[in-house]
């Protein structure tokens, strides 16, 4: 078992910036991929962000350009810095891991591990 436990969401303005941190224990040495996705009120979860334990990255295209994914192996913890942030960023955003290789990296049905959630919200 993996255990996530994410920090960093708040309220921005538009054109701001948050970091969000997942810290992961369990079964850590297991996992190959973590990554981020949010879900807004009335629409499905998606991937944001994801990350191989070597490094590649793999990004929503609504994303692209303004949040970095990035980790810190040793300390079990992944960050998604979010830049010129959006008021259609705005949505609880979940870590999660997976000890597989999916096939779709921001698949969210890929990852059986994910954190509670923070929130996130964008105002114009």
């Known amino acids: 078992q993996v255990q996530l436990v994410e920090s960093g969401g708040g309220s921005v303005q538009a054109g701001g910036s948050l970091r969000l941190s997942c810290s992961a224990s369990g079964y850590t040495y297991s996992t190959n991929y973590m990554g981020w996705f949010r879900q807004a009120p009335g629409k499905e979860r998606e991937g944001v962000a994801t990350?191989?334990?070597?490094?590649?990255?793999f990004y929503a295209d609504s994303v692209k350009g303004r949040f970095t994914i990035s980790q810190d192996n040793p300390k079990n913890t992944v960050y998604l810095q979010m830049n010129s942030l959006k008021p259609e960023d705005t949505a609880i955003y979940y870590c999660?891991?997976?000890?597989?290789?999916?096939?779709?990296?921001?698949?969210?049905?890929?990852?059986?591990?994910w954190g509670q959630g923070t929130q996130v919200t964008v105002s114009s």
């Open positions: 999660a891991a997976t000890a597989g290789y999916p096939l779709r990296p921001l698949a969210h049905n890929s990852y059986p591990y």
């Open positions: 990350i191989y334990r070597s490094g590649t990255t």
